[in-house]
């Protein structure tokens, strides 16, 4: 199995920035596809961002698109989200997870290893 594990998570002003890492050990593949996803208290688990092992294509929510960019680093497999111009409404637990099958899918049920979560909190 794969296992994910992501950090980074705190606390920042509004307008703020933060780096929220993804590492993924075990058995994975260079196919895979990993995911960015936030789940605020009392509502639904929200897509992020996405981005190709194999190539570094990558995928983006359209509330984030131009403040948050994923990356990612071979070497050390890991993924980075970095997240700029942060919002109140964007305080969540983020979520880092891999995709077997469907790489860069927008759905949390096309993922097939998750992580347990970082909190990040945004104040006004």
């Known amino acids: 199995q794969v296992r994910v594990l992501e950090s980074g998570g705190g606390l920042v002003q509004a307008g703020g920035s933060l780096r929220l890492s993804c590492a993924a050990s075990?058995?994975?593949?260079?196919?895979?596809?990993l995911g960015w996803f936030r789940q605020a208290p009392g509502k639904e688990r929200e897509f992020v961002a996405a981005?190709?092992?194999?190539?570094?294509?990558?995928k983006y929510a359209d509330s984030v698109k131009g403040r948050f960019t994923i990356s990612r680093d071979n070497a050390k497999n890991v993924v980075h989200l970095q997240m700029n111009n942060l919002k109140p409404e964007e305080t969540a637990v983020y979520y880092c997870?891999?995709?077997?099958?469907?790489?860069?899918?927008?759905?949390?049920?096309?993922?097939?290893?998750w992580g347990q979560g970082t909190q990040v909190t945004v104040s006004s």
């Open positions: 997870a891999v995709d077997r099958m469907a790489p860069l899918s927008r759905a949390h049920y096309n993922y097939d290893y």
């Open positions: 981005i190709s092992w194999s190539d570094g294509i990558t």
């Open positions: 075990g058995r994975t593949s260079s196919t895979y596809g």
